[in-house]
């Protein structure tokens, strides 16, 4: 890994199950009129913004695939989509709220779900991803459109420093690839959210 390289990371607009604090993972829920309106907003704040971007690349999910398609869209960019780049695959826990979750396998059941991705399956494809798409797009500036659990695992994994507890929907991340350190420029934001 070498040269520069500038990674945009976006997490999904809203949807119906992170209203309802459900835990969606490889779970297929299309985003909501809202997600699609704050979608809306992030394409507004970067058409406006001097930064260059040569294109999209998200996940096949249906919620970051439409937030993605909506920015690139108005960005007139391209599309790309790959399937390492889904939410983390959380087993039995798709579909469950905090309190079901505690209440079947106890405060501490990230680790006790049977059929859930471990985080360094995730942090596996998540790597192989920037590694491979980094190389082939050196010099470029990529938007990537993902989700939130897959996002903090990739803070950690490329050792940006950054807090990952919680990635806001349609948060805009932005790391820049200095020789083989992945550097934080932006962090976790959303201020083209409160934007009227």
Not at 176 to 196: A, F, K, M, Q, S
């Amino acid at each position: 890994m070498s040269g520069y390289m500038r990674m945009g990371w976006v997490r999904h607009g809203l949807t119906s199950w992170n209203k309802a604090g459900k835990i969606q993972g490889t779970t297929d829920i299309p985003l909501s009129a809202e997600g699609k309106m704050q979608a809306h907003r992030l394409a507004h704040r970067l058409s406006i913004e001097n930064r260059v971007w040569h294109g999209v690349v998200c996940s096949d999910l249906q919620r970051a695939e439409t937030t993605a398609r909506i920015v690139a869209e108005r960005l007139n960019i391209p599309l790309l989509t790959d399937v390492r780049l889904r939410e983390r695959g959380f087993g039995e826990a798709e579909g469950t709220t905090e309190a079901e979750r505690v209440a079947r396998w106890g405060s501490g059941w990230r680790g006790k779900v049977p059929g859930q991705e471990s985080d360094e399956q995730v942090r596996s494809r998540g790597l192989a991803f920037v590694e491979e798409f980094s190389d082939k797009h050196a010099g470029e500036s990529w938007l990537v459109v993902t989700h939130g659990s897959f996002i903090g695992q990739m803070l950690q994994a490329l050792e940006t420093g950054v807090d990952d507890h919680h990635i806001s929907n349609l948060s805009l991340t932005i790391l820049d690839r200095e020789g083989d350190r992945w550097v934080p420029i932006l962090h976790n934001c959303t201020e083209h959210l409160n934007l009227p």
